[in-house]
């Protein structure tokens, strides 16, 4: 079979998931379920694949079959340490109690033990849905077009515009060239939201006048009114039947 492209674009998606396995009847019954609940299953039938994938791309899930089960008793102990997926949702696909025991003590967040049935993946990805929308907001760039005034040390106070907001930075237009690791303070507002965010960040890159900031830990309420803000964003990129899924 190799590898398939994905059951969703992701403009349509609430996460991405990669699921590892050669069955073609487990890759059947996950792609089903995986369309109703807006996840974009990617598929990689061999470990090798699967653990270069891991290292390359970012997904908010990862599941993993059984089948093979040191390939993927090693794949669930290696998810951690990844750079970009190591708060992934880990489900395993297993064969019986025993195999069960051993994903969780590997370190599976869910397992699906066969009989595979449409209820039961069902029921385990809604059990996991407000884990993996969690991990898909952490990465969620918006765009939003909203002024942006940028001040720090031998700049002064400029307004820009902002291209992209997500919880850790931000995009922007800027019409004077900023060097790279240059600290400033942001003040910006986002529709909907009545108060400023005064971030300060560190300047990550700069390209054709676009510029890429990382935010300084933001306080408490702010961070909370910006995961939120975030949240009612992605929940509007969605179809409707998997937006009232979103909401509860």
């Known amino acids: 079979m190799g590898m398939t ?23 059947r019954q996950l792609q089903e379920s995986a369309k109703q609940f807006a996840i974009s299953l990617e598929i990689c039938e061999k470990p090798a694949g699967a653990l270069q994938q891991l290292k390359t791309s970012k997904f908010e899930a990862v599941i993993i079959d ?16 990844s750079r970009s997926n190591a708060s992934a949702v880990t489900f395993a696909i297993t064969n019986n109690k025993d195999e069960t025991k051993e994903a969780f003590d590997a370190g599976s967040r869910f397992v699906l033990e066969r ?5 039961s993946v069902n029921r385990t990805l809604r059990a996991a849905y407000g884990l993996i929308v969690r991990e898909r907001r952490r990465y969620f760039r918006c765009p939003v077009t909203a002024p942006v005034k940028v001040r720090g040390k031998d700049v002064p106070e400029t307004t820009g515009q902002t291209v992209n907001v997500s919880e850790g930075g931000m995009a922007l237009t800027f019409a004077t060239p900023l060097q ?39 306080p408490p309420l702010q961070k909370s009114e910006l995961q939120h803000w975030l949240g009612r964003q992605l929940e509007y990129t969605l179809p409707e039947t998997v937006a009232g899924k979103f909401r509860s």
């Open 66 to 81: 059984y089948r093979r089960k040191q390939d993927a008793e090693k794949i669930i102990e290696e998810i951690p340490g």
């Open 115 to 119: 009989p595979l049935s449409a209820d």
């Open 5 to 27: 492209g994905s059951t969703l674009g992701p403009a349509a998606s609430v996460g991405r998931a990669l699921l590892i396995s050669d069955d073609e009847n487990t890759i």
């Open 180 to 218: 790279t690791g240059l600290q400033v303070r942001l003040t910006f507002r986002l529709p909907g939201i009545e108060a400023a965010f005064m971030p300060e960040a560190t300047v990550c890159w700069e390209k054709e006048g676009v510029v890429g900031v990382k935010f300084s830990p933001l």
